[in-house]
């Protein structure tokens, strides 16, 4: 993975949605067009890229709510996980399953599906400055993972998450949900058992 990017954040609306811009050169790809349109393309205006890519994590209201707009507004290539995209408020270009890369500034950035907090959300790799950085939408966050409608989908998520993250990252890597601090996947790791007993 390359360690040639940057990256901006800025939290949107009264849920504190989490909106980040992957930055290589003069492009950035934007992460959940969350709400409010016009702060995302001032984020990207002001730090001298163009939104060429946008990737949604996952298909909750509140992550979506700017989405058409944004699309309009930049032509944006709009990634999204497969089994998420029919739900979406925007024509998804290039669906992703697990396994699949996503296509950005000449880079391959890996991406994983998380089953449960809804059907299937994206998780994507990037290393940024030369820390490894996972962006997860709701489906981890320091403390837990996202919210579960069922024990079938808790263990779903949890099995995922395990597998897909902390079986196979460093503890240095930095988790960035969709809401909220990020974390790193050592410090959540000595956790896993006491969220698995709780079963959130």
Not at 58 to 63: A, F, Q
Not at 169 to 178: F, K, Y
């Amino acid at each position: 993975m390359s360690t040639d990017f940057t990256l901006h954040q800025i939290s949107v609306s009264s849920m504190d949605n989490n909106c980040y811009l992957l930055c290589k050169g003069k492009q950035g790809l934007l992460i959940d067009a969350a709400d409010d349109a016009p702060a995302l393309l001032n984020l990207a205006e002001s730090n001298g890229v163009a939104i060429t890519d946008v990737l949604t994590t996952h298909r909750h209201h509140d992550h979506v709510r700017a989405l058409p707009e944004v699309l309009e507004a930049t032509g944006a290539t709009h990634w999204a996980p497969y089994l998420d995209a029919p739900a979406l408020p925007a024509e998804v270009d290039r669906e992703l399953r697990d396994g699949d890369v996503l296509e950005f500034a000449g880079e391959r950035l890996p991406v994983a599906i998380l089953r449960g907090h809804t059907p299937g959300g994206a998780c994507l790799y990037a290393e940024v400055d030369g820390v490894p950085n996972i962006f997860v939408g709701d489906s981890l966050f320091p403390g837990g993972v996202g919210k579960t409608a069922s024990e079938s989908d808790f263990i779903r998520l949890f099995n995922d998450v395990k597998e897909k993250i902390f079986d196979r990252l460093p503890d240095e890597t930095v988790v960035r949900p969709g809401h909220g601090q990020p974390t790193t996947v050592g410090a959540e790791r000595p956790h896993l058992d006491e969220w698995w007993e709780r079963r959130w």
